[in-house]
């Protein structure tokens, strides 16, 4: 009986232990992103291109790993967001230098990398797989390489981290004033809340309730809205 019991536990800790071991390992793009990054969310492209070969080792990884039914809802989201934000900054050094992500020939459009043998461009990435997962935070995580998009976090999302930070991320976003601005008399918000609108009625809400979740300024009944123009310098 004793020895039964044995078994089962030695079982079960292999059990576990190949278990842990399927879950992503994104510290190589986490180190990626400490080192050419900066807190505000300024990106050294040519950074990435002198360290291209652990970028490409990612690369590399998320191709060969793609997520399976057995990872959580989480780190699903996480490995999307991530492979979105990689594959944005690749997109950009195969091309670099450059002013604008404009500057290229349907940059969301091209297929240009491959995941588990299949063929993906940006826009099937955050379309087809990230909108899906019908979480409208994930519009303030990933990046287009522009400065008025939301900023790059210098730290890779993971299952662990992915709910926290897309909070902190919405949060950050909606009260910069440089995206947002937003007062007691007028708002002029990001384009992002026009594009992507139907996103962001959620639980019954519309676009204002979305923003007055996560904003420091309330916006008021009164207040005259409008847009702010977007600016797609490259945010280096």
Same mark, same amino acid.
């Given at each position: 009986m004793?020895?039964s019991?044995y078994?089962?536990?030695?079982?079960m800790?292999?059990?576990?232990q190949?278990?842990?071991?399927?879950?992503?390992?994104?510290s190589?793009?986490d180190?990626?992103?400490?080192?050419n990054?900066?807190?505000?969310?300024?990106?050294d492209?040519?950074?990435?291109?002198r360290?291209?070969?652990? !970028?490409?080792?990612?690369? *590399?990884?998320?191709?060969d790993? /793609?997520?399976?039914e057995?990872? &959580?809802?989480d =780190?699903?989201?996480?490995?999307?967001?991530n492979?979105?934000?990689?594959?944005t900054?690749?997109?950009?050094?195969?091309?670099y230098?450059l002013?604008s992500i404009k500057e290229?020939?349907?940059?969301?459009?091209?297929?240009?990398?491959?995941?588990?043998?299949?063929?993906?461009?940006l826009?099937?990435l955050?379309?087809?797989?990230?909108?899906?997962?019908?979480?409208?935070?994930?519009?303030?995580?990933?990046?287009c390489a522009?400065?008025?998009?939301p900023?790059?976090?210098?730290?890779?999302?993971?299952?662990?981290n992915?709910h926290?930070? !897309?909070?902190?991320?919405? *949060?950050k976003?909606?009260?910069? /004033?440089?995206?947002?601005t937003? &007062?007691?008399? =007028?708002?002029?918000?990001?384009?992002?809340?026009?594009?992507y609108?139907?996103?962001f009625?959620?639980?019954?809400?519309d676009?204002?309730?979305f923003?007055n979740?996560y904003?420091d300024?309330k916006?008021g009944?009164?207040?005259?809205?409008?847009y702010?123009?977007y600016?797609?310098?490259l945010?280096?």
């Open positions: 004793k020895l019991k078994i089962v536990i030695v079982v800790g292999l059990f576990f190949v278990q842990a071991q399927n879950v992503f390992d994104h190589t793009w180190q990626a992103l400490l080192l990054v900066s807190d505000e969310g300024k990106v492209y040519n950074g990435f291109m360290d291209s070969s652990q !970028l490409y080792r990612y690369f *590399k990884q998320l191709s790993n /793609p997520p399976t057995s990872w &959580t809802r =780190e699903k989201l996480a490995y999307w967001i492979a979105y934000n990689a594959y900054i690749k997109l950009i050094i195969d091309s230098p002013k290229l020939k349907d940059p969301w459009g091209t297929k240009f990398f491959k995941i588990d043998g299949e063929w993906y461009s826009g099937e955050e379309h087809k797989i990230l909108r899906k997962f019908n979480d409208p935070r994930i519009h303030f995580a990933i990046n522009s400065f008025s998009c900023v790059v976090w210098n730290r890779a999302y993971t299952g662990d992915v926290e930070a !897309l909070n902190d991320q919405t *949060k976003f909606i009260n910069d /004033p440089t995206r947002n937003i &007062t007691n008399t =007028e708002v002029n918000v990001s384009k992002i809340f026009s594009w609108k139907k996103d009625k959620v639980n019954g809400g676009v204002k309730d923003i979740r904003a300024v916006i009944k009164q207040a005259k809205k409008g702010k123009e600016d797609w310098s945010n280096e």
